[in-house]
């Protein structure tokens, strides 16, 4: 081995012992009091590490080579996990990987949250393979031409070819495989994101768990014209793959936003129908719906848990998607008011509303940052009162006048759930602030073998609530 270089500078070679994993992936070791971050391992570890980006207090590395590897690392379940950035941990033990979430929620809330005087509850784990319910892919093609559809490579813009994938739901992948051949032999034009020409985009892949029925959509930067022989295919699709339906979604702008506002069905139904806490939802294409059913379902039991609901509660689902949370709290209270700012998902919240008989629910097609505000001024009496606030918002939390507009409304129940554990600190703390207190940090492992965690953190207003 090439003798160890102990200066602290880029290119410098060391000795490293992994302790623990970060946010983003990456190894985290200590050298000499100095934060070494290295992709691709676990912790125990012990390696020699290259190093590359080098701060005064930390650095980038690379592994050199493996001096003794960690009781906790694996085979990974993906032929391509050391190329495809799609998942970070694949050759993480799943044991370890929850034990590395709790850290994670447990630190994060402690260091950007200062909530230091309750126990974060163990993470509830999921089936570690084949949970996602649905799969988006970019189209590309490779030198010599042939369709490509998977993941980017780590830290690049290349792609990752894939015909399976062991965290989805392994009914899409003879789907995966069968439209990549097929956009092959009818030699449609893909999109070039350097020119903004050609017309597929993206290949999404959507699966009812719980029913196996199954959506294929094509999201593409013109309409059928630039598509010769679409709607035939996509009857062909329907019958050989065992499809519900095939959809197009037009995204004529350029932008890493991948589905565009127009969708249409071009064979079978725009929808696939799940079954989800004893209901029944019709979820479309560019509409919200967790990814890991059981979870989401493991997560509104909690909920229901916790809130210990007497039927009397009116409830605001803030951020309410197609109502997955909404509906099945409706049963259980007085009244819930959801708000979402993506007008389908309202659309299909409605509907899913009427499908199940639910009447006792009201859907506003607005941003929770305008609507929540103007019902709770600072300078007028709130025109809503609710017992309990549900909060979903996506990876950037919430926006400080929801967060102000809630210690005005002084809800004295409020469930937070996050898939991001810094901005849930950084939220909570301002809550905390206004009168809030924390109660109960659940975490759920809504996305093994990647560094994302979910989490539900329940309050209460006042001293002694």
Not at 281 to 302: P, Y
Not at 324 to 341: C, D, H, M, N, Y
Request: a neutral charge.
């Amino acid at each position: 081995m090439t003798t160890t270089n102990t200066d602290w500078r880029q290119g410098a070679l060391i000795e490293l012992t992994i302790d623990s994993l970060s946010d983003r992936g990456d190894g985290v070791g200590r050298w000499r009091d100095r934060v070494v971050f290295v992709p691709d391992t676990v912790p125990q570890d012990r390696l020699s590490v290259r190093l590359l980006q080098v701060k005064p207090k930390f650095a980038q590395g690379k592994v050199q080579a493996m001096l003794q590897p960690s009781p906790q690392r694996i085979p990974p379940a993906c032929i391509v996990a050391d190329k495809c950035g799609g998942c970070q941990w694949q050759f993480v033990a799943y044991g370890e990987q929850l034990v590395q979430k709790h850290r994670i929620v447990a630190q994060t809330l402690q260091r950007l949250g200062g909530i230091t005087d309750i126990t974060i509850d163990p993470v509830i784990p999921s089936a570690p393979l084949g949970y996602r319910n649905k799969s988006t892919y970019p189209l590309r093609r490779s030198a010599t031409g042939q369709v490509q559809a998977g993941y980017y490579r780590k830290g690049s813009h290349k792609l990752v070819n894939l015909n399976q994938c062991p965290v989805q739901d392994d009914r899409l992948d003879p789907i995966l495989a069968q439209a990549k051949q097929d956009i092959q032999a009818r030699g449609w034009s893909l999109y070039d994101e350097a020119s903004g020409t050609g017309a597929l985009r993206h290949l999404s892949l959507r699966v009812g768990q719980r029913t196996g029925e199954k959506l294929l959509t094509l999201i593409s930067q013109t309409d059928v014209d630039a598509l010769p022989g679409l709607e035939e295919q996509a009857q062909d699709w329907l019958e050989s793959l065992g499809l519900t339906g095939v959809c197009l979604n037009i995204n004529e702008r350029r932008t890493n936003v991948i589905f565009g506002t127009m969708t249409r069905g071009l064979a079978g139904k725009p929808y696939i129908a799940e079954r989800f806490a004893g209901l029944e939802f019709h979820i479309r294409s560019a509409t919200f719906f967790q990814i890991n059913t059981a979870q989401a379902e493991a997560l509104l039991t909690i909920i229901l848990e916790e809130l210990a609901l007497e039927g009397h509660e009116a409830v605001i689902d803030a951020y309410c998607g197609v109502g997955t949370l909404s509906l099945p709290l409706a049963q259980r209270v007085r009244e819930v008011i959801g708000v979402e700012s993506h007008a389908e998902s309202v659309a299909q919240a409605r509907y899913n509303a009427m499908l199940n008989d639910v009447d006792n629910v009201s859907f506003y097609a607005e941003t929770v940052e305008t609507w929540l505000p103007n019902q709770v001024r600072p300078d007028a009496p709130p025109t809503i009162s609710a017992d309990v606030v549900v909060l979903d918002p996506p990876r950037r939390g919430c926006a400080l006048p929801v967060i102000e507009a809630l210690v005005r409304l002084r809800s004295p129940r409020i469930a937070y759930v996050s898939c991001n554990p810094a901005t849930l600190a950084r939220d909570l703390k301002i809550l905390c602030e206004g009168g809030y207190q924390v109660t109960r940090v659940q975490p759920i492992d809504f996305f093994p073998q990647t560094s994302h965690v979910e989490c539900v953190a329940f309050l209460t207003y006042g001293q002694g609530s």
